[in-house]
């Protein structure tokens, strides 16, 4: 899927973009193993075993390049990380929604924001940007106190089939035709290639479509907004689809809901005017556009995708329950190791944790899962209206003070319930003590923040020491710690 087919795109603007330099040391780089897929990052850590003087040479050729190249959009101005650094640093989803909300502008090497051009290898789904772009260029910003939503129905395929999965994704070898054939040799399909061609086969099952088609119906009934299956007749594996949302449509009540079908561009054009209107509109779309559907519409209205919830129910009976903004994780955690200080908006996990409970309320029928809903929705409407959400700096509140501020604002919701009187019993000591020691336990969290952290690594951190580094209020994790023992 996209994590074997986009790095080779990325490596393909890479050679592009250096090529000047990796030409004239590409001897010396064929050596040392690089390769443009990893991004140019890969090239300076290979360099540091060579002698300073063949190292420097290299280094000048490539800020030569620099110097001659229209600039490049940073992700790290401080530390020199361009976006051709690492291929997962600048995913389309999660960098061209802020691009949009901050007028068509990015971050530039001296730490200033720059009029930019994006660059989107994936013609299928470019439209939907270029529409946005265009709305906004004809009838600016949009207004994030009247704007609609655009709340997303996604085809969840088993095993990620429906990007292509990893077992069918290839880089063409040399000119020629790819074909998939069945177990007799009869070809099914075919397409024409050329050396070095990305190729991918997304399928689904008919299983996932059903369920698929039933969830976007639900959706339009329980809102009564109109859907639109972003789909497009001329793609091939769309229009199978469309003839599958076309008859099990027909399986369920429709009077009053509102379908549409539209290529990408167009049902991003539709989404958008009635998202400007104030009105609310369905997306319903395969994996990859439900990954970028569900950061560019938040992102517009709330200025990150961790305020958003996905909720995906599964087709067993169970459910996903997933926020956004994973694309902004590397440079957080960056953040937390060298200053003890971490902006993670925690909210759309905290939303989650709502809908996870009541959805194991109504699958169990459990009123205590379902009191335990409420009561976490209450304290997230306590934590939105007091904006309890981490700052951009230190020296504020960081996720850890926001996890302190929903773990009162639970308590005391829990305590002030009427449906569950053990429940209130057990609760109202713990909300009366978190009350008490506000003010110290903010003291102790603040104090904590501007030194650096270690937590024993990035994708595997050491749990004792991520523990000690997330929970420095000694106050907070005595009154928890006695809670959860009693």
């Known amino acids: 899927m996209m994590k074997i087919s986009d790095p080779i795109l990325f490596g393909h603007c890479v050679k592009v973009f250096y090529r000047e330099a990796l030409e004239k040391h590409a001897a010396t780089l064929e050596e040392l193993g690089f390769n443009p897929n990893n991004g140019i990052g890969d090239l300076y850590a290979r360099i540091k075993k060579l002698p300073e003087a063949r190292r420097d040479a290299i280094e000048a050729d490539i800020q030569a390049v620099y110097e001659k190249r229209a600039r490049l959009a940073m992700v790290d101005s401080d530390r020199g990380i361009t976006n051709l650094h690492v291929p997962s640093d600048i995913i389309i989803d999660a960098s061209m929604p802020p691009m949009i909300r901050d007028g068509g502008k990015m971050w530039g090497p001296d730490g200033k924001t720059y009029d930019c051009k994006a660059t989107i290898p994936d013609h299928s789904y470019a439209g939907l940007y270029d529409a946005v772009v265009k709305d906004c260029i004809a009838n600016g910003a949009l207004d994030p106190t009247v704007m609609g939503s655009v709340p997303n129905v996604g085809l969840m395929a088993q095993k990620a089939e429906e990007y292509g ?211 976490v929705e209450a304290a997230n409407e306590k934590w939105l209206e007091n904006n309890r959400a981490p700052a951009r700096k230190l020296g504020e509140i960081d996720n850890r003070g926001g996890h302190f501020y929903f773990a009162l604002y639970w308590a005391q919701a829990l305590a002030g319930q009427a449906r569950d009187p053990r429940l209130r019993e057990r609760f109202s000591k713990l909300a009366k003590e978190l009350e008490a020691n506000e003010e110290k336990i903010n003291a102790e969290l603040l104090a904590a923040q501007g030194k650096p952290q270690d937590i024993g690594g990035y994708y595997h951190p050491d749990p004792l020491k991520t523990e000690k580094a997330m929970r420095p209020s000694a106050t907070f994790n005595k009154i928890i710690d006695a809670f959860a023992a009693g």
């Open 165 to 375: 999965s990893h077992d069918k994704t290839f880089e063409s070898p040399g000119d020629g035709t790819i074909r998939i054939v069945d177990a007799a040799g009869k070809t099914i399909l075919e397409s024409r290639v050329e050396e070095g061609d990305v190729w991918r086969a997304p399928t689904v099952k008919d299983e996932a479509i059903r369920d698929w088609v039933k969830l976007a119906v639900t959706r339009a009934r329980a809102t009564g907004w109109p859907a639109v299956f972003w789909l497009d007749k001329n793609r091939p594996h769309d229009a199978q689809l469309i003839k599958k949302v076309e008859q099990y449509l027909q399986d369920h009540d429709t009077k009053g809901l509102e379908f549409h079908t539209m290529p990408v561009a167009e049902a991003a054009k539709f989404s958008v005017e009635r998202m400007r209107k104030g009105k609310n509109t369905i997306s319903v779309t395969g994996n990859i556009l439900r990954d970028y559907n569900t950061d560019l519409f938040p992102i517009l209205e709330a200025n990150t995708s961790a305020k958003m919830l996905s909720v995906v129910p599964l087709l067993n009976g169970g459910g996903l329950f997933e926020t956004g903004a994973g694309g902004s994780a590397p440079k957080h955690v960056q953040q937390f190791v060298k200053e003890g200080y971490l902006r993670w908006d925690s909210i759309g996990e905290l939303l989650a944790l709502a809908e996870s409970l009541r959805h194991l309320g109504n699958v169990m029928n459990n009123e205590k899962a379902i009191e335990l809903a409420e009561s």
